[in-house]
């Protein structure tokens, strides 16, 4: 059986030259955007090192107990750390916590592993706990850390991992690769690799999540709406959608990321940039918008809603900051 991941051929092949004792680091840094498989390449790399019948060197079998429990994140020697519901950090006291056990002998395994999962939320106490074990790990231990990109931590974690990087696949080998193993709809795989940049855990879950789906597309909708829409129709529709199911940020957060996408493609018309676009099932608006539009507009929003999205992270008026960035938009 070979590792349960597709399309990081390259980090398969060094983790799987690292189960090697004499080979293996101490901590290991997984790297690339959220959707990309982080988290099941690190799980892989764990069952790699403490399965118990190998099918090959390097290759669990995916079969035996460690195996099961590992995929399960339900291991004695696996502890998962990430921020929990009501708190958006990986706060000092989860890592505390770890450092407690990790200095333990394993229980039923060779390696006593710990995953900290968006390690790039890690509160900056906590990550300066974490360098003391970094610095000198405890024998038959293994740190793995997952996060969108190396320059979002400090350096000095950085400088003691192995760093691994990831990158989505191209979109064409993303759609053969859920129509062919996933057994997706052609035309749902089409949209699923576009829509996710070639990312497979994302274009998953968004397909197991039909109201997901649903409501991407209701808001891509709106956009041509907001683009004729006055002042007071613009701010209305902020409160709207200020409203609806889950926390207020949480949904700015996710409409924000939806119209950085939608005026991204915008902007590869208007440029005539040979670029696949995101939204696909919506050309149309995008190429009737990019026909009213000027490059250094389309720029000028992208930059604000790349910023907007920083800003959502120091807690900043949710609400008066989506309002702002959709009175930039001009109105066609």
Request: positive net charge; hydrophobic residues 45%; charged residues 25%.
């Amino acid at each position: 059986m070979s590792w349960d991941v597709y399309g990081h051929d390259h980090a398969i092949r060094l983790l799987k030259e690292h189960t090697n004792p004499e080979k293996l680091s101490h901590a290991y840094l997984f790297t690339g955007p959220q959707g990309i498989g982080k988290r099941t390449l690190a799980l892989e790399f764990i069952k790699a090192l403490n399965c118990t019948r190998l099918d090959a060197p390097g290759v669990p079998c995916g079969k035996c107990t460690p195996c099961q429990q590992i995929s399960r994140m339900a291991y004695a020697d696996l502890s998962v750390v990430a921020p929990t519901e009501g708190h958006k950090d990986i706060r000092i006291e989860q890592v505390r916590e770890l450092l407690r056990t990790i200095n333990l002998a394993p229980f039923q395994s060779q390696y006593r592993a710990a995953l900290f999962l968006d390690f790039q939320k890690i509160t900056t106490g906590a990550s300066n706990a974490l360098l003391k074990t970094l610095e000198e790990p405890p024998p038959k231990s293994v740190l793995i850390l997952t996060a969108d990109a190396a320059e979002s931590l400090l350096p000095t974690i950085v400088s003691r991992c192995e760093v691994v990087r990831l990158r989505p696949l191209p979109v064409d080998k993303a759609e053969t690769y859920l129509v062919v193993q996933k057994r997706l709809a052609p035309v749902d795989a089409k949209l699923l690799a576009h829509v996710t940049s070639g990312r497979l855990g994302a274009a998953m879950r968004l397909y197991e999540d039909p109201q997901a789906l649903k409501l991407r597309a209701q808001l891509l909708d709106d956009i041509a709406d907001l683009l004729l829409a006055s002042r007071r129709a613009r701010f209305a529709y902020v409160d709207t959608q200020m409203k609806r199911g889950r926390s207020g940020r949480d949904n700015m957060f996710e409409m924000i990321s939806l119209w950085l996408t939608f005026w991204r493609d915008v902007g590869i018309c208007v440029s005539g940039a040979e670029m696949p676009l995101v939204n696909i099932d919506k050309e149309a608006l995008i190429r009737s918008t990019a026909g009213k539009v000027k490059l250094s507009q389309v720029l000028k929003i992208m930059a604000s809603l790349e910023e907007g999205l920083k800003s959502l992270d120091v807690y900043v008026n949710s609400r008066l900051l989506s309002e702002n960035l959709v009175l930039l938009w001009p109105r066609l």
